[in-house]
């Protein structure tokens, strides 16, 4: 029973995945709030932007139509007539003959077309009324960006499921939105399993560890939106496990294990999955590392069950928890960004199974190479702080050659 798994593709697991993916309630937070999570609305422009004619220079709103003409030789002048601060109304037409002190950002006067920059003009003063000169012709619409130019009142500015990052925060403040309705972040319970396994805090002992993957993981959980709730690590004892990761069921909107999913005499979750009371979607993935990982779902909620080695741990959770949480958070597309590049050095290693080797992307004279972050293997944890990209290389073969062109999925972030 235990040997015997069915070996699904990597694009078949997240075919079975995908079915299941809800996306959760929301909830209204205040902006600062919303930074990082994802919108739970369509935000669509309630005014035009700008919502006046703004002027884009320090200088003089002017009618273009009186430098017809004007020259070195032949300068025209103006009279001034108001002088427009940010944030006024200006109270004087623009009429022929006449200009206005103007200042960037400051909305235009009415009969102005255009704004001459400051530099370009001379100024004289006669009997207490400044005059203002230009030695050349301007044209309609200079330094004017004119209302709903950037946007106009109506359109769709943010799609729901988008996440909220810096310029995401900006649009809404443009616009006013002090409450933003976003998805709730799902919690995610996370149970570290093995009797190897130390806390943290603890000193060393000979033959034990310390369990690294349950911080990994709630860090990756923070990071796709969700809130990583670390629970108890778990000694291989199958009864124990099943009754703890069942009732993390009860309060978690996402279940992920790490450990005990191979054949190992003490790999508690295959048993737990043999007496499952829920579906089970895969126990075996045609890809390296975390070949074991075993993924179920019980009352509309999943367990991963991931490898216990650290590499294998990191991919499954980007491979197949990070789409899901996002799409848990209105996210509607699922698939990967796969991006093709170079091979920077030859990865001599081959696989009966596609590989996803942590890889750092790089760009040289505008052409992107990737290269391994270090020695591949699963249980190595300390290539993960290195890698931005999983690099795809094909089952079989001899694995690739350096100049070989390669698919890859980023991973961590825009850093
Ligand atoms: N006879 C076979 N042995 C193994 C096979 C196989 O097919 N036949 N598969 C190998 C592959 S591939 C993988 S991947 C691992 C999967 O192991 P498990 O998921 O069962 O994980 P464990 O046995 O519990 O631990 C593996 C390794 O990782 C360390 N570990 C576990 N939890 C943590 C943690 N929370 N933090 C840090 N490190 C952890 C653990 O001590 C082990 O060293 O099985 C292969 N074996
Ligand atoms: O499937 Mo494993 O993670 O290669 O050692
Ligand atoms: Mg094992």
Redesign the pocket.
């Known amino acids: 029973m235990r040997f015997d798994r069915e070996v699904v593709k990597v694009e078949e697991a997240q075919k079975r995945i995908q079915p299941y993916i809800r996306a959760g309630q929301t909830e209204t937070v205040t902006l600062q709030q919303s930074f990082g999570r994802y919108l739970a609305e369509d935000i669509y422009a309630n005014v035009d932007l700008p919502h006046f004619h703004r002027s884009g220079m320090d200088g003089f709103a002017i009618r273009s139509a009186d430098t017809k003409g004007a020259s070195r030789e032949n300068p025209v002048w103006f009279k001034v007539i108001e002088t427009i601060p940010c944030g006024v109304v200006p109270q004087q037409e623009v009429k022929p003959g006449t200009a206005s002190r103007i200042m960037t950002g400051a909305a235009v006067p009415d009969g102005a077309d255009a704004v001459v920059m400051l530099e370009m003009t001379q100024t004289a003063e006669k009997d207490g009324t400044v005059f203002m000169s230009l030695q050349r012709e301007i044209s309609p619409g200079q330094n004017i960006a004119p209302a709903g130019s950037e946007v106009k009142q109506g359109t769709l500015l943010l799609r729901g499921g988008r996440k909220i990052n810096a310029g995401e925060v900006a649009v809404l403040a443009t616009f006013g939105c002090h409450t933003v309705k976003v998805y709730r972040q799902p919690r995610v319970a996370i149970f570290?399993?093995?009797s190897?396994?130390l806390s943290i805090e603890s000193p060393l002992e000979p033959g034990k560890?310390?369990?690294?993957?349950?911080h990994?993981l709630a860090s990756l959980v923070r990071e796709a939106g969700g809130l990583p709730l670390i629970r108890e690590?778990l000694p291989?004892d199958v009864d124990r496990a099943r009754t703890a990761i069942l009732n993390a069921f009860d309060d978690a909107d996402l279940v992920i294990s790490?450990?005990?999913?191979?054949?190992?005499d003490?790999?508690i979750?295959?048993d737990i999955f043999e007496h499952w009371d829920g579906k089970m979607l895969f126990n075996k993935l045609a890809m390296?590392?975390?070949?074991?990982?075993t993924v179920g779902v019980r009352n509309d909620t999943f367990l991963f069950?991931?490898?216990?080695?650290?590499g294998?741990?990191f991919v499954g959770f980007e491979l197949f928890i990070r789409p899901v949480l996002q799409g848990m958070q209105g996210k509607t597309t699922h698939d990967l960004a796969v991006f093709t590049a170079t091979m920077a050095e030859d990865f001599p290693k081959p696989s009966p199974f596609t590989r996803f080797v942590r890889g750092i992307r790089e760009v040289k004279d505008g052409k992107v190479f990737v290269k391994p972050a270090g020695i591949e293997k699963?249980?190595i944890?300390l290539t993960i702080k290195d890698a931005d990209c999983l690099i795809i290389v094909p089952p079989g073969g001899r694995g690739v050659s350096a100049g070989q062109m390669v698919k890859a999925i980023p991973v961590k972030g825009r850093e």
């Open positions: 570290a399993t093995g190897e396994l560890i310390r369990n690294s993957n349950s990994m690590t291989d790490t450990g005990g999913v191979s054949v190992g003490y790999d979750l295959v390296r590392p975390g070949s074991p990982t069950a991931l490898s216990g080695n650290p294998a741990c699963s249980s944890t």
